[in-house]
Structures are given as structure tokens and as C-alpha cells.
């Protein structure tokens, strides 16, 4: 586990990364994270989530998950498996014991049952009391009235006594304002996770352009059109909405994207007239 334990560590270093970055990439726990560098695999509930956390962990760090994963599969292996013959000897040297343990148990078992039985017996025979007591008594009137609310007819005039009390016997339903824009907003985040150089405009406004280094996280709220321009397309992860979209494309690939309020979408190239003679 140490072994696996370093790996991870020395990678997050190098990129420059911390837990907390890594978090917000990954969305593992910063613990469970943390576990992962220290070796300390078994605070992971189960085996299943361990194998889990250590591929995507390691993925996003840019190592190779298959020696990692084939290592930790060896090493919980050989801490599960135990001599045939010191099994048996365990066995035969608590058989005695399981049999006194057993008919101890079974004896506090009654015991418990029949103060159980007890219990229910006498909660069965203070809910009949209640049950009986609350049958003598009358029905109380309620204390709240409820407003009724008579539709007038379309030939009833307002200035009319009915109208009125009407009106005034109808409760006013609250209003709940909704800040405009909320649900519709842009975020948009970036992973560097190789050295780019990028160019990004919010609603027309530039708010980066220069070159970009590896482990860098960079966000960005908007209300109509996100664009962002890359010359290295497989060196910048894109996150739309809390939604890992991947990578913008390949390597040293130039990429020009666009985001509104639907989601992604790619502008279409404009054709280059053809010169004149």
C-alpha cells in the first residue's frame, strides 16, 4: 500500500495540485483522498469504492490505473488469505467455547423475550385506557375557522353586501419572487491539465488570455454566451454545470467553443470568398 500510496503523492506534487483542487476535479472527499496517498485503504468503506477512488484518482493524475489496480488487488489478496492448518487449529481450540457461548445465549434470549412480552403487554393495556377515557369525552369545536370562498355570478354587481364579504372573506394567497436569471446562469470551469494557451470571453467581455499551466482551475459565471479559444485542445478539461464534459479535443489541436444557457454548442466556419481575377 505504501507503494501506491507515494505514487499518487508524488504526481499530485508534480502537477502542483492540492487535496482541495483535486476534490472539486475528482468529487471524492478530501479524506477519502487523503487516505488514498497515506496508504490507509482500509478507512475506505468498502473494497469496491477503494478500487473505484484509486482509478479515477490515479486517471486524473495522468498515471497508467491498470499496475496500480493490479498491485492493490495482490496486496489484499495475500492479507486474506491465511494457512489451511492454522485454521483448523483455531477451529478445534474454540469449538468448546462456541458451545458454552451458544447455551449461554440461548438463556439470555428467554430472558429477553419474556420482558419483551411484558413490555408489550402493559403498553397494549395503557393505550386501551387512553382508547377508552377518549371516548367518553366530546368532541371539542375546532378553534380554527376556515375561509370559504363564494364565486360571485357574472351578472352580480361589486358594489353588492355579498360581493364584498366575499372579497373580504378570501385570503390573499403569499407571492414568492424568483431572482431572474438564477436557474439560467452560466459556470463554466476549465482543468488545465496540460500547459495551453487560452483566450476566454464572457457575454463579450474578455476575462483570460495568456498561456495556462498545468493544474490550474479556472472559473467562469456568465448570463448569455461563454467562448473560449485553446491551442491545445487535449490540455483543457471542460466542467459545464458541476457535468465533467471532457477534454476540448487533441493534442495541440486549435479549438473554438461556445456555451449558452442550452448548453455547448460549435460555431459554424464562415466560407472564404474565393479572390477575383
Known amino acids: 500500500m505504501e507503494e501506491i500510496a507515494k505514487t499518487l503523492k508524488e504526481a499530485r506534487h508534480r502537477l502542483g ?6 476534490e472539486r476535479s475528482t468529487r471524492i472527499r478530501a479524506h477519502y483522498l487523503e487516505a488514498l496517498e497515506k496508504g490507509e485503504l482500509q478507512s475506505i468503506p468498502s473494497q469496491v469504492q477503494a478500487r473505484g477512488f484509486l482509478k479515477n484518482y490515479s486517471e486524473y493524475l495522468g498515471l ?8 492493490y488487488t495482490e496486496v489484499t489478496h495475500s492479507q486474506r488469505t491465511l494457512p489451511l492448518r492454522r485454521v483448523r487449529q483455531d477451529d478445534q481450540a474454540t469449538r468448546p467455547s462456541v458451545a458454552v457461548r451458544r447455551r449461554r445465549i440461548s438463556a439470555d434470549l428467554v430472558i429477553a423475550g419474556v420482558i419483551t412480552i411484558a413490555v408489550l403487554a402493559v ?4 393505550i386501551g385506557l387512553v382508547a377508552s377515557s377518549l371516548r367518553g369525552q366530546p368532541q371539542a369545536e375546532s378553534a380554527f375557522l376556515i375561509p370559504t370562498f363564494t364565486p ?10 355579498q360581493a364584498l364579504l366575499a372579497v373580504a372573506q378570501t385570503p390573499t394567497p403569499p407571492s414568492i419572487e424568483i431572482p431572474p436569471g438564477l436557474t439560467n446562469a452560466l459556470d463554466l470551469r476549465l482543468l488545465i491539465e496540460r500547459r495551453s494557451w487560452i483566450n476566454v470571453e464572457v457575454d463579450g ?5 495568456r498561456r495556462a499551466a498545468p493544474g490550474e482551475l479556472l472559473e467562469f459565471q456568465g ?10 485542445g487535449g490540455g483543457v ?7 465533467d464534459q471532457g477534454l476540448l479535443g487533441e493534442l495541440n489541436e486549435i479549438v473554438i467553443r461556445l456555451w449558452v444557457r442550452e448548453g455547448a454548442i460549435t460555431p459554424t466556419p464562415s466560407a472564404t470568398p474565393n479572390p477575383s481575377g
Open 205 to 209: 467581455e474578455v476575462k483570460e488570455s
Open 152 to 161: 360571485t355570478a357574472e351578472g352580480e354587481t361589486p358594489g353588492s353586501e
Open 64 to 71: 497508467d490505473s491498470g499496475p496500480i489496480l493490479q498491485r
Open 237 to 243: 478539461r471542460v466542467f459545464f454545470r458541476g457535468d
Open 223 to 232: 448570463e448569455e454566451l461563454i467562448k473560449v479559444t485553446t491551442a491545445n
Open 17 to 22: 495540485l492540492t487535496i482541495e483542487e483535486a
Open 123 to 126: 403498553l397494549v393495556w395503557g
